[in-house]
């Protein structure tokens, strides 16, 4: 079983709908991160979190928000979609051990799409 | 602020050509420097890294080594397979960012043809 899943894997949704892409991970990380990748563009960090307490915006937070349910589970929303949201959205963890503590491993990653 | 370039793709290469992909990165202090792999349908796969100046990583027949000097971390493989086809990302990570997270390249696009 993959250690970082995201769900859906693909969704096509609608301007002003409101939309949640979940992620969950089994490695026991406490540092998670949501990036969106655009074409050209490589992959850019929307929030962080580095416990269920803590939560951070990252470069591009505008229209989105987050929650970290527990340790293992945090959810991406966009609270009302658009369409230059259409991209790929990635799920990533990280542990706090000195030799990894900056390595990420990231999930399969989920395709939206806003029309 | 820190950022990272890397050579445009798409680069196409017939199997059993030598590879090399080109990144140079800017950033303060003495960030850890990343290969990611992507395949197609996939998410990132760490590739290698580097954590200081002179290191070497390495893993399946890729290298990089991290060069201060000249602020780059190139990406090499002696033979590709058509299997190596996938966008690949070079990035760092900051150790003045209390974030730890990683900033990354557009990527690069390989293409191997049998």
């Known amino acids: 079983d993959a250690d970082v899943t995201q769900t859906p894997r693909n969704r096509i949704t609608k301007t002003g709908k409101r939309i949640m892409l979940e992620c969950s991970q089994t490695k026991g990380h406490d540092r998670m991160y949501w990036y969106r990748q655009d074409p050209g563009l490589g992959l850019r960090l929307i929030y962080y979190s580095f416990d269920v307490k803590d939560i951070n915006k990252g470069e591009i937070s505008d229209g989105y928000s987050v929650s970290r349910q527990a340790q293992a589970k945090f959810s991406l929303s966009l609270e009302s979609a658009i369409p230059n949201q259409t991209a790929l959205y990635f799920c990533a963890t990280s542990g706090t051990g000195t030799s990894s503590y900056n390595e990420q491993f990231f999930g399969p990653g989920t395709r939206l799409t806003v029309l | ?114």
């Open chain 2, 1 to 114: 602020g820190d950022s990272v370039t890397q050579m445009e793709g798409p680069v196409t290469l017939s199997e059993e050509a030598f590879l090399t992909i080109n990144c140079t990165y800017t950033a303060t202090g003495y960030p850890s420097l990343f290969w990611y792999v992507q395949y197609p349908g996939e998410g990132l796969q760490l590739l290698l890294k580097a954590t200081k100046a002179d290191d070497k990583g390495s893993n399946k027949g890729f290298e990089a080594t991290y060069r201060k000097e000249t602020t780059s971390f190139h990406l090499e493989k002696g033979s590709v397979q058509v299997s190596d086809s996938a966008v690949y990302f070079c990035a760092l990570s900051a150790p003045v960012d209390s974030s730890y997270k990683l900033i990354f390249g557009s990527g690069t696009r390989l293409l191997v043809r049998p």
